[in-house]
C-alpha cells in the first residue's frame, strides 16, 4: 500500500466517522515520519513488540507477543495482545502470568483452532490462570484484566467481531474489505473501493449476530464471533456481489 492510499484511506475515516487503526505486520513503514506525515489524524497502532524500538515515534502502540517474544516487554503497559497456536495451548498460563508482571490487560487470540482443539487442556490452563488472579486480588495488587476470564464479570451482551458492521479493512489494491481474512481468502469479495465507498455490501444485516443461527445458540459472550471462522460459509451464499 503506497502512502497516497494510506492518506486517502484516512480520510474517508474521517469524512464517515470511522477510527483508523494500522496493523503492522513488519516494519515498512516504521521510517515514515509519523507525526509530520499524519499529524492531521489519530490513529491506534497495532504492532508486533519486537518492532517497538523501530517506533519511537508512535505514540501507545498497542503491542502483540508470542511465546517467542516475551523477552522483549521491559516496561508497564495498559494492555496488550498474546497470540498463541492451538498446538502450544499447554503455554497459555505460563506466558500469561507472565505477561502479567507488566501488562495490566490482556487480549488472547488463540489461532488456527479447528476440530482438534484440546479443551482439557485449555480449561486446565483457565483455571491455573483464575487461580493467579484471585490470589493477586487477595494479595491487593494492581486488578488485572484477561479477556477470556475477566470479561465474563461484566459481559450481559454477546460482543461480536464487528466485522461488517463496525469495522472494515483497506487492502492493498485500493478496496475495502469486511476483515483483512476476506482479502487474503477471497479477494475478488470486496464491498467497495475508495474512489467508490462501501457501494457493494450488500445484506449488510447479516454481519449482525442476531442472524447468525449458530452464534445465537451460544453462550460464551466473550467470544469476538468471528464472522469468517463463523457465518462466512453462509454469508458467501446469501450476500450476492454485483
Given at each position: 500500500m503506497t502512502l497516497d492510499q494510506i492518506r486517502e484511506g484516512l480520510q474517508y475515516c474521517r469524512d464517515n466517522f470511522f477510527a483508523p487503526v494500522f496493523v503492522h505486520g513488519n516494519g515498512r513503514f516504521l521510517d515514515v515520519d509519523f507525526p509530520r506525515v499524519f499529524e492531521d489524524y489519530v490513529?491506534?497502532?497495532?504492532?508486533?513488540?519486537?518492532?517497538?524500538?523501530?517506533?519511537?515515534?508512535?505514540?501507545?502502540?498497542?503491542?502483540v507477543f508470542t511465546h517467542d517474544t516475551l523477552d522483549n516487554c521491559h516496561g508497564h503497559l495498559d494492555s496488550c495482545i498474546y497470540n498463541i497456536w492451538q498446538g502450544s495451548l499447554a503455554k497459555l498460563s505460563a506466558d500469561v502470568i507472565r505477561l502479567f508482571?507488566?501488562?495490566?490487560?490482556?487480549?488472547?487470540?488463540?489461532?488456527?483452532?479447528?476440530?482438534?482443539?484440546?479443551?482439557?487442556?485449555?480449561?486446565?490452563?483457565?483455571?491455573?490462570?483464575?487461580?493467579?488472579?484471585?490470589?493477586?486480588?487477595?494479595?491487593?495488587?494492581?486488578?488485572?484484566?484477561?479477556?477470556?476470564?475477566?470479561?465474563?464479570?461484566?459481559?450481559?451482551?454477546?460482543?461480536?467481531?464487528?466485522?461488517?458492521?463496525?469495522?472494515?479493512a483497506l487492502a492493498p489494491n485500493g478496496k475495502f474489505y469486511t476483515c483483512p481474512a476476506f482479502y487474503q481468502g477471497s479477494p475478488d469479495w470486496s464491498v467497495g473501493t475508495l474512489s467508490r465507498g462501501m457501494n457493494r455490501l450488500k445484506n449488510a444485516h447479516l454481519f449482525r449476530r442476531e442472524f447468525h443461527p449458530i452464534c445465537q445458540a451460544c453462550d460464551a459472550k466473550q467470544c469476538r464471533d468471528c464472522i469468517y471462522i463463523g457465518p462466512a460459509p453462509q454469508l458467501r451464499q446469501t450476500i450476492k456481489q454485483k
Open positions: 490513529i491506534q497502532h497495532i504492532l508486533p513488540v519486537e518492532l517497538e524500538e523501530a517506533a519511537t515515534h508512535i505514540k501507545r502502540p498497542l503491542l508482571q507488566w501488562a495490566d490487560r490482556i487480549n488472547v487470540n488463540i489461532l488456527n483452532m479447528d476440530a482438534q482443539f484440546d479443551e482439557t487442556c485449555y480449561l486446565e490452563q483457565l483455571r491455573a490462570i483464575k487461580d493467579y488472579l484471585v490470589a493477586a486480588m487477595r494479595r491487593g495488587d494492581t486488578q488485572k484484566e484477561l479477556n477470556l476470564l475477566t470479561d465474563l464479570c461484566y459481559a450481559d451482551t454477546w460482543n461480536n467481531c464487528g466485522a461488517g458492521e463496525r469495522a472494515f
